[in-house]
């Protein structure tokens, strides 16, 4: 499959562009590519949510739980 990309131009705070590149290259990800993802998933249309997270999502939902007073903690 043939990608057109196109080059463009965003002004981002200075720092976080700093964290933003520490954390790609500390990870070994491409910032392009990261920023092209992020983008994608704001327009979608259908979100894509994979099935084990959904069946996880699930699980969790159906879980037992132990109601904990936070006065009782302290």
Do not use: A, W
Request: with cysteine; net charge positive.
């Amino acid at each position: 499959m043939l990608n057109n990309m196109t080059l463009k131009t965003f002004n981002l705070d200075d720092e976080t562009y700093k964290e933003f590149s520490e954390y790609c290259k500390g990870h070994g990800l491409s910032m392009s590519k990261q920023v092209d993802m992020f983008i994608k998933t704001q327009v979608e249309k259908k979100p894509k949510v994979r099935k084990e997270y959904l069946e996880k999502l699930d699980k969790i939902r159906k879980g037992k739980f132990i109601r904990v007073d936070v006065n009782d903690i302290l």
